[in-house]
């Protein structure tokens, strides 16, 4: 909690703390473009999915990459969490997490920009295993 008892905008107090998923507009220039090849970013509520992240991750497939498709305008008006999916390259999961609160714009304007230059809008996509749980790192800075 902030100073003062202001919370923080864009946080999605209605899941739990480790699992919000973490990210910074400070790491995106105007264009909201990667500033940098090292940026990622971390799914939020990947907590309930971690079967599915555990399938993928000991299936030893090295190309890993989001299956994220656009948003309806019913989704845009209600400003609806954007649900992540991961192509494997044989298959495509299950959801595994959303994109945290608050960045949504900047995903939508990175799949934006690699439809029109690559043709496909896919992030790629590393599954890291912390404290016991899997979680999934967009590699933002990879498709700048």
């Known amino acids: 909690m902030a100073i003062f008892g202001i919370k923080r905008r ?24 990667a ?3 090292g940026t990622t970013m971390v799914l939020a509520g990947s907590d309930p999915h971690q ?3 555990r399938t993928i ?4 497939e ?5 299956a994220i498709s656009a948003r309806t305008i019913e989704q845009e008006r209600t400003d609806a969490p954007i649900e992540v999916r991961l192509f494997t390259g ?8 959303t ?6 714009s900047v995903v939508d304007e990175t799949l934006r920009r690699l439809d029109d230059a690559v043709g496909k809008a896919r992030i790629p996509v590393r599954i890291i295993h912390k404290s ?7 590699l933002m800075g990879a498709v700048r």
Request: aromatic share 8%; hydrophobic share 25%; no cysteine.
């Open 10 to 33: 864009g946080t999605d107090d209605s899941l739990p703390k480790s699992d919000r998923g973490f990210g910074s507009f400070d790491d995106y220039t105007f264009g909201l473009a």
């Open 35 to 37: 500033r940098n090849k």
């Open 51 to 53: 079967d599915e992240l």
């Open 57 to 60: 991750a000991e299936s030893g």
């Open 62 to 66: 090295e190309k890993i990459e989001t």
């Open 90 to 97: 044989r298959r495509v999961s299950g959801p595994v997490g």
């Open 99 to 104: 994109v945290p609160r608050g960045l949504e």
């Open 132 to 138: 016991g749980r899997y979680r999934v790192e967009l």
